[in-house]
């Protein structure tokens, strides 16, 4: 079954057995509308070409130089109220909160040819097209639309490496494909760097692609093949840069196989019958255009459309199976494998089959014993979707792992990845995260990643001086917020990410790290003002700031998240932190006025991040910087609280409609919290081995484990009523606390919740 | 003994016999004056590395977009007649015709830093220095200059891929040594595409630079070290690149590691004693920072510069010591030798030590079995440079023919070279004489290279239609003038070039193709009117252009050469040529002429290559389409008189001055006719196994053959008045006729040259 957007509404009554295709499950319009940040276009499982359709090409910048709020909406490069499509590009973020890439817009057209997206210089239509979603629809690794405005039927699936799209053209003598070089998702004027075209004969191109946006020093190579040789060909150059010295030789614009510049629009003509289908296959590389080649001949060989649809479809299922839920709806059940198709997006492979990729110094290396990977948004990540790898994909967290070291041997910075991609870093949010995903497989016993280098690696990203107030961190004991923005947020982070280090010192035996870095870990009491009862930013004297106010996002020392949820941040030593706050009573006292307090539009005004839908009360689910505070209930004495409040957030801040994410998914993260979640257990700490329990929604499930043992859960007397947990038992016995352990876990067995509508207060 | 530019007044009366230190002989001012657009600086024989002053920041453009006619002057980056030295560039043309390059210009200073070169926005002084001539010097692989404004003295050397530094600082606590990214030959604001620079450690640098000028899409990259550690660093950028998204979030510009943009200047900061010398070693490669760096491992590892001079001293000495000579003067020597030397600047070695390199195609390879070379300026070195590497360096040669096919292997044309540099193809003038290098190696039996790729490649190559006319060429049989500009030159180059390929055709059995070219080489005919007696350009409905005047250069159908001189252009069927212009006796009336009248000024008004000092009446032996001219008497009855212009030509376009070339040695090919001529013979015709004989002007030479045989060249009665040559004998037997065969050459044995000062008519 196909989803087609008219069919997302959620059916909350049927309860479906599962089956083995689990893709049925997967809506991939789910958080395509407002803030999910996603796309529905064609994919592979964690594949670096995501081919999907553009339905609009927005200006990262007014024209008088200031920021477009509405570009923000467009980090995927679609929005579902759109009835437009400019064409399909074959890189883009799967939900992440900034963006680029955009590469290789493809658009069939017929009639006369018009290179303009929108609007041509005189006034007329552009090449986009309408569509409407009932001609729609989306599954993994296969993308179908009609565009309506030229009798066009596309479609598209994808390998790992190579997008594969099909066009049913109708009879015409003017057919186009449009090969714009231009388009950039978060387009501005000046993010092309260089482009370059070789047309190699009547039916292949190559060719790549340089820009400069948030990610720096960006290459993207490219070879396209048509499964018809094109009648003509040309391109339209939208820069004036000189060719041959002074003067021009001939029409470089007709037919000329070497196109070359900043902003380049190509175009191949063809004459086509009633129906017929022109293929287009376009394999990428980060290494060259005889990379790009090697990966086009090794993933699609052949002109078979639909083999290679079923074999990506199959794909998805392995990934899909590795969790297999029985949900009381079949909403939920949506819910469950779109957060699973979601968690399947990034980070991505990032090397050619032949395992030579670009590295951050823009050299090219090859992944030796493992495979490599790019987009790590590790202040999103390595919260929960690194430790779900660890649950169900340990030997890729492993491979992500030493792509990170690799990167690391590569940073002329000596740091881990902060926010890493396609070779670059771009330095997005706080915090050095890479250890905590470290210290999570090392806790976890994932992986056989060089554990020296890994500690070094990470004691030395601890150690730049330069980077976001380390330095004055390293030096005060806190990040001063006269020194430096964010300053508590950064000071919270470094202190749990110490910690993070001190547990990969223990692992490897150094104990005088190990002592070094638990010193650090609580720094993070330095920023608390007992005298408010809150995280409070401190100055370089010693005092804490005057004219704070702990319910504002911005400018009190915290960043994507006020005092109230952010300040909450010490997931390495959660009962100090209750502790120092007033103890268990008044703690309980703060979470559930978090939970139920209004927040006043003042504090969420022009807030990309956080906005109403993603909310409950004052807390923020919708943004990172809280998924933890929902189990912190467990520390006190009201883990019920937690139950609760984890169903209600499965319940309303994820739902199986387009407008089903209550923020950007975020490169999987938000989708982990609900796997995690559904599961019944959550890891608020990572890099330790422990899992909080919360209240699954699931009423069965079964998880595969790489060890090749399983996991079932049971929920018995499931129901939307029964939220609270009575018991829990494992392998039939009681377990007792609100805490598992991931050893325990991948023993597999039965874990049975007893649920009831009553909370259980012991 | 070095040279500097006081001593190079010539001395016409000393006669010194020939030392084994032949780099003494070579001065490489000659030729920095005016048009020579030759360079001062470092370099090994065909190094990748030619590290060179810059004297001038020209504007390619002026501020009203206009060309700026002095931008030609600095074609090598060196006036002569400049006063100051704005810093030290690693890669620069050898005399060519149009220009590019100038990558990574270094520059110490001290005292207040300052990182604009002329003058700083607020207009004070540059970082540029003024220098005198009597505080430099230079000599083959070896260059010095006093820094004047800052106290520091400059040297510097070279290996093939490596320029070596040595500056000597005054006590300081404010040195810099500035690294200019921003700096281009033919600079214009757009050049650079992007920069990008990591420091690695205290004292390592690496790099790249994109840039898209004639090479429209070229790469360096490098790796630069530094002897001593700098205490500081950092950059300014000259165009608004965002780093890291929305904000910055650290000081990038001050010892921050990173950089990258379009235009940078970074600096790198030390404190120094009294004399105290700072190396710098700068590696360079067209394929990675990590090349650059194996390059720098492999060439230069210590930090012994006297060292590396001398051993670059020796490879001079190797390459200089293929041909001894004893002149009649000092001066002849320089001359000679000064010849040989610019005759080993281009092409130029194109791969790191491990053979990698970039192709067309902007590929890595690797050269299998030969080293790859770039810089072929076809259009001038077909003509002797070529021919004269068939003499001494035929293994070279050799692998330069590989470099060409490899380049027709990796072109989306599927064409040889036209003018191609650094993985680009310029298009640089017409014809397509890489087949005549390879037509004449063939002759010469020179080189294992495949010869039927080479005869399709050839093929391949004279049969691109949209290529400068060569469909119309193709189907009119000439080049219609109303089609294509330049229509008579190419006609004749094309012609000649397609006998070339007929040779091919030949060597490899190929009759029908050599039918084939055979027919298309006398295609010449078709622009030649017998009413005029001149070749003349012809449209496209059959009938010759109106209002034509053989006595211009420009819109005349010709390019760089008015009738007079081009339209004589018909190398491979001289005789047919001389007959079809009314015989030998008018033939020689009109090279008579063309030797003796006087041109209008305003024929050679605005004309870059065709100046006064250039000219022997209307001949223009400062370009290069009349360069066989001179020897074309021996096709007449009056071969005394090829005898009388040679020397002429020897002793007048060629002199040991900073002025001595006469228009730009164009990467060798003036100088390596002064070579031939100086010897007694020339290859008139290039791609048949003859050179005509002239007039040598030395009065012993011993050319060493890589077959280990030797030919000894003996002219006795040599002096300045013995200008004819009254027989010739080769190895006792009397030459008849003024041909030599290149079998006979290189087998080896003495040629004896009787001089008179009376022609000897028979």
């Not at 052949?302 to 009381?328: G, R, S």
């Amino acid at each position: 079954m196909l989803f087609s957007c008219t069919q997302n509404k959620p059916e909350t009554t049927v309860s479906e057995s599962v089956s083995k295709d689990f893709t049925q499950y997967v809506n991939p319009f789910i958080g395509t509308s407002k803030m999910g940040h996603v796309f529905p276009g064609a994919t592979a499982p964690f594949g670096m070409v995501q081919l999907s359709p553009q339905t609009n090409f927005v200006e990262m910048y007014n024209e008088d130089g200031k920021y477009n709020p509405e570009a923000y909406e467009y980090c995927a490069g679609y929005q579902h109220r759109d009835s437009t499509i400019i064409g399909f590009s074959h890189t883009n973020f799967s939900g992440t909160g900034h963006s680029d890439l955009g590469d290789f817009l493809v658009m069939p057209t017929t009639g006369e040819l018009v290179l303009q997206p929108l609007k041509t210089e005189d006034g007329k239509k552009g090449f986009y097209s309408t569509f409407s979603h009932d001609k729609e629809s989306a599954s993994p690794g296969y993308y179908a639309v009609d565009l309506d405005s030229y009798g066009i039927k596309a479609e598209m699936t994808a390998t790992e490496r190579v997008g594969f799209h099909q066009y049913t053209f109708p009879k015409s003598d003017d057919a186009h494909i449009i090969l714009d070089m231009v388009y950039n998702v978060y387009y501005h004027d000046n993010k092309n760097v260089w482009t370059f075209i070789r047309v190699e004969n009547d039916s292949l191109v190559t060719g790549y692609r340089q820009t400069k946006g948030w990610a720096r020093t960006r290459y993207e190579y490219f070879a396209m093949q048509f499964s018809k040789p094109f009648r003509s060909y040309g391109h339209k150059k939208y820069d004036k840069i000189l060719y041959n010295g002074f003067y021009r030789r001939f029409n470089e614009f007709e037919n000329f196989p070497e196109m070359a510049g900043k902003n380049i629009r190509a175009f191949f003509n063809f004459d086509t019958n009633e129906g017929e289908k022109i293929k287009v296959k376009m394999a990428l590389s980060a290494v060259s255009t005889e990379g790009a080649l090697k990966n086009l001949e090794a993933e699609i060989p052949e002109w078979d459309f639909e083999k290679v649809k079923t074999e990506t479809k199959q794909k998805w299922n392995n990934k899909l199976a590795k969790i297999e839920v029985e949900t009381i709806n079949k909403g939920d059940m949506i819910s469950f494998y779109t957060a699973m198709y979601h968690a399947c997006l990034s980070p991505i492979i990032y090397e050619d089959v032949d395992g030579q990729y670009r590295g951050l110094d823009q050299n090219i290396h090859t992944s030796d014993g493992f495979t490599n990977y790019t987009v790590f948004s590790l202040w999103d990540t390595y919260r929960a979707l690194h430790p779900l790898f660890n649950v169900i994909r340990p030997s890729q967290n492993n491979d992500m792992i030493k792509s990170m070291l690799a990167h690391y041997q590569q940073s002329v910075h000596h740091m881990l990845p902060i926010w890493s991609h396609y070779a670059n870093e771009n330095w997005c949010m706080i915090g050095y995260h890479s250890v905590s995903v470290i210290a999570d497989a090392m806790a976890k016993n994932v992986g056989d990643f060089d554990k020296e280098l890994a500690l070094q690696a990470a004691v030395s990203t601890a150690n730049v001086r330069y980077f976001e107030g380390i330095g004055d961190y390293i030096d005060y004991k806190y990040v001063p917020d006269d020194k430096s923005h964010s300053s508590v947020s950064k000071t919270l982070e470094y202190a749990y990410d110490d910690w993070c280090i001190s547990q990969i010192a223990k692992q490897t035996g150094n104990s005088s790290l190990e002592r070094e870095y638990l010193e650090r870990a609580e720094y993070y009491k330095n920023v608390y003002d007992p005298k408010i009862g809150y995280m409070r930013p401190k100055l370089s004297d010693g005092t804490f700031r005057k004219n704070y106010d702990p319910l504002d996002t911005y400018g009190q020392g915290f960043i994507e998240g006020n005092a109230w949820n952010y300040g909450l941040y010490v997931p390495q030593e959660i009962d100090t932190m209750i502790n120092m706050m007033g103890g268990k009573e008044r703690f309980t006292e703060h979470l559930d006025s978090l939970f139920t307090m209004y927040l006043d539009d003042k504090y969420i005004e022009n807030n990309e991040d956080i906005t109403r839908d993603g909310m409950i009360g004052n807390y923020v689910h919708g943004n990172e910087p809280g998924h933890h505070i929902p189990y912190l209930y467990n520390w006190t004495s009201h883990p019920e609280k937690t139950q609760s409040r984890v169903r209600m957030i499965l319940e309303t801040m994820y739902r199986p409609t387009v407008e089903g994410l209550c923020g950007n998914d975020d490169a999987g993260q938000m989708s982990a919290w609900y796997i995690f979640s559904s599961l019944g257990f959550y890891p608020v700490t990572p890099g330790s081995q422990y899992y909080a329990l919360g209240s699954p929604n699931v009423k069965e499930a079964v998880i595969h484990f790489e060890n090749g043992k399983s996991l079932k859960i049971v929920a018995k007397n499931q129901s939307r009523e029964n939220i609270y947990v009575k018991s829990v038992s494992f392998n039939g016995e009681m377990l007792k606390g609100t805490n598992l352990n991931h050893n325990k876990l991948i023993s597999g067995g039965e874990m049975v919740f007893e649920m009831s509508n009553f909370p259980n207060m012991k």
